[in-house]
């Protein structure tokens, strides 16, 4: 491997930085992350604007000390509990351990190293620290992506201690930046069920810090999804300094933007010990969840393009490929079905031009403990077989049924749970999640509990109760993995008495073996993140899954706020977006059609709902919707989004995705409330096009008039971005969208 820009300097000017040093420069296209080793600690030098020499920003770098001396931190790549500042104790920092010998402190020592070019062309370095008086050892990884400007980083503990290490806080990101700050603000999601996704942003004054914290250990997203931008002076959606960070990690995280008494920021995220500290044996080694950085001085429409690129080129399982229009059975017959409904949504589906059918809860569990319309979700979790009184030919039978209707297949699980009425927990009490000396809290139905995935047998029994299904049902080709309870008994039978608060990290890191083992068998899998809807929304979860169910509330009304939150950090093809019936089941609230469609166009599009219950004319519609996605789902599933106006400043939501080489397009102007005169929606300046092409605009999904003059003309970029274009909205839920397809000069 190709070593890159390492610099070892010695003697650098001003004596008090001692007397070696190493420097590297992790550039990306567009941003510089510059580490430098001093006295042993790698420091952050600089992240921001991509810089060429790592010399000129250490040159540059703060004299180590503020007007007042006292406790001004260092810099620290990776911030610990111990002597981390200039002249004192760091009682900050991301990593605190108590270490075998009942030291509370770490006092980590860094060797130089190098950057290496990767043969993908990503650049990597490992920094390998140990404390500077017992084996306790800390790796940190960086993997830098040129293209979409991010930059991996993931922590690994070990040691060799007498005894066991507590580690009270392990952050995987424990950044102190280099300048301080005077102006910063933080844009997070925040929700629950059935609002999932709320944009929340406020600002860090002096002195305090925005924590955001989820301690669900399973609908972790929900709370505060592991995901947040961090603002540095003014920041809009297209200009301001950000940096943006995901946490790959579904369980209990934490993130903190810390802005101390002198204006030092550090930036931390990872995961949550608040419930119960990890202990790490000797000689094992602990590997904590990657986070992803990423900045951008174009604003937060730029860090959200860089995670979306990230995520298709690096980290989905098949982020290029184009994601099938599906229905899926819930909202149309929840578990009042036979095998006769099934086969009627499939005929209904694939009249409207759909490609999958996804069979939803219900069709599992057996005897007294079927996942029946009696039982309902009383029972059955746990048992995964087909009930054959609901469906006697078996799953394999449907999955024909569907692909000699030139559909796919696909099956509902709900690996991390189970009914006490199931026959798993019958033999097996010990393999779930309990307390001694408490009373059994259930969930769903009074009777779900969460399984010990910390439990290496119970992993082995559910992975196996899986493949069993998938290796039995060849024609399946999607997973819809759902998980609607939280850790309401955080007790593990298998984990000793004085190790319980593993469980919070251990339940994870199983969740992702059973996923891992799915994933191994059937590599083609498409699979969907559930959590009663956007729990599992998370790139941990998308390290195996190509999507997430953005929520159980399909009101699309509800659902323009939600998939909004949502794209700031994922990608449309990751977001499962369905039209449903109307009113919508949850909160009554009526929609057009039309406005159903253009809303769930927005991500990957499906059906919820039992189309038998359709007009003729809404069928009608249907197909013509279906073929318009069809044809414009490469622009929104891999193409470039941009935001245009926010449905939190105005009753209406506009935004644009323009493919990789701009030549194709598609604005969606989606009308909330409507008011008269005052309110009638601005042009639109519209983004990302090539200012000196010609583009054709059609308006597509259309029902009834036009809602702009422009239908069917060819106009050039810079008059579509810099004088913009008037889309009408005639009503409540009024919608438009528009696409767009260069030409070729002079036609
Ligand atoms: C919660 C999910 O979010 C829904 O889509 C549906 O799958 C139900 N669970 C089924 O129980």
Redesign the pocket.
């Known amino acids: 491997m190709k070593v890159l820009a390492v610099i070892a300097a010695a003697g650098l000017a001003g004596a008090a930085w001692g007397a070696s040093a190493a420097r590297v420069n992790l550039a990306t296209d567009n941003t510089s992350l510059v580490l430098g080793l001093t006295n042993g600690t790698w420091t952050v030098l600089h992240y921001g604007a991509r810089v060429a020499d790592a010399a000129d920003v250490a040159a540059l770098d703060r004299p180590g000390f503020a007007p007042n001396r006292m406790g001004v931190r260092k810099s620290a790549a990776y911030s610990v509990y111990g002597a981390d500042t200039l002249n004192g104790m760091n009682a900050f920092g991301g990593l605190a351990v108590q270490h075998a010998d009942g030291t509370m402190s770490t006092e980590l020592k860094g060797a130089a190293a190098a950057a290496e070019e990767m043969p993908d062309g990503r650049r990597r370095l490992v920094l390998e620290m140990t404390d500077a008086a017992r084996s306790f050892h800390v790796t940190q990884h960086f993997v830098a992506d040129p293209a979409s400007d991010t930059v991996e980083t993931w922590i690994e503990i070990r040691h060799e201690e007498k005894g066991p290490v507590r580690l009270l806080r392990m952050d995987t990101v424990a950044l102190t930046l280099p300048n301080r700050e005077r102006d910063v603000s933080v844009l997070s999601l925040t929700g629950h069920w059935a609002s999932e996704s709320q944009l929340s942003v406020s600002k860090v004054a002096r002195g305090q810090s925005v924590r955001l914290t989820s301690r669900s250990g399973v609908r972790s997203a929900w709370n505060a999804n592991p995901a947040w931008m961090a603002g540095f002076g003014p920041v809009t959606e297209t200009a301001g300094r950000v940096v943006g960070c995901v946490l790959a990690w579904d369980g209990s995280s934490a993130s903190e933007i810390a802005r101390d008494p002198t204006d030092v920021i550090e930036l931390r995220a990872g995961v949550e010990t608040a419930n119960g500290y990890y202990t790490l044996e000797p000689g094992r080694e602990l590997v904590l969840p990657k986070a992803v950085l990423t900045y951008s001085e174009k604003g937060r429409g730029q860090v959200s393009r860089n995670f979306h690129r990230w995520a298709r080129d690096r980290h989905l399982p098949h982020g290029h490929d184009l994601r099938d229009v599906l229905l ?1 059975s ?1 909202e149309g017959s ?1 578990f009042a079905f036979t095998e006769k409904t099934l086969l009627d949504m499939m005929d209904h589906v694939r009249a409207m031009g759909g490609e999958m059918f996804v069979l ?3 069709w599992f569990g057996s005897g007294e403990f079927a996942r029946d319309d009696r039982n309902r ?1 009383t029972a059955g979790l746990g048992d995964w077989v087909c009930n054959p009184e609901k469906l006697p030919r078996g799953l394999a039978a449907l999955a024909d049924e569907a692909v000699a209707r030139g559909l796919k297949f696909g099956l ?1 699980f ?1 690996p991390e749970m189970a009914n006490t009425r199931s026959w798993l927990v019958e033999r097996h009490r010990d393999w779930i999640l309990s307390e001694p000396d408490r009373p059994l809290r259930g969930g ?1 139905g009074g009777t779900q509990v969460v399984l010990d995935l910390a439990n290496p047998a119970v992993r082995d029994n559910v992975s196996k109760q899986l493949a069993d299904v998938v290796k039995a049902t060849p024609n399946l080709s999607y997973v ?1 993995w ?1 998980a ?1 309870a939280d850790f309401m008994n955080p007790g593990s039978p298998s984990l000793p008495r004085d190790r319980q608060g593993n469980l919070w990290f251990d339940y994870t890191a199983g969740y992702y073996d059973i996923l891992g083992r799915l994933r191994r068998i059937r590599p083609d899998l498409v699979i969907q993140a ?4 956007g729990g599992h929304m998370s790139y941990g979860s998308l390290a195996y899954c190509d999507e997430f ?1 953005v ?2 509330n399909t009101d699309a009304h509800d659902r323009v706020y939600m998939q909004w939150g949502a794209g700031m950090f994922y990608p449309a093809c990751a977001q499962g977006a369905h039209v449903t019936a109307s009113p919508n089941q949850r909160t009554k609230r009526t929609t057009p059609l039309k406005f159903r469609f253009d809303v769930a166009m927005t991500g990957r599009m499906g059906f ?1 709902l039992h189309p038998k219950d359709m007009t003729p004319e809404e069928v009608v519609f249907s197909r013509a919707a279906v073929a318009d996605y069809k044809r414009i789902r490469p622009i929104v599933q891999q193409g470039d989004l941009y935001r245009l106006v926010s449905p939190y400043e105005e009753p209406r939501a506009a935004l644009m995705y323009v493919s990789a080489d701009k030549s194709r397009a598609v604005v969606f102007q989606l009308g909330l409330r409507y008011g008269l005169n005052h309110d009638e929606p601005l042009p639109l300046r519209l983004e990302g096009l090539d200012a000196a092409r010609r583009y054709r605009v059609v308006e597509i999904n259309r029902s009834g008039s036009l809602h702009v003059k422009i239908d069917g003309k060819t106009l050039r970029g810079d008059a579509l971005m810099g004088h913009g274009v008037e889309i009408l909205q005639r009503g409540d839920f009024d919608s438009a969208v528009l696409e767009l397809t260069a030409v070729p000069d002079g036609e």
């Not at 559930?530 to 809807?533: D, E, K, L, T």
């Open positions: 899926n819930w929840r939803d809860d219900g979700a509902w709900e769903r819809k759902d609607n559930c959590a009663s809807g169910w929520s159980d919820e």
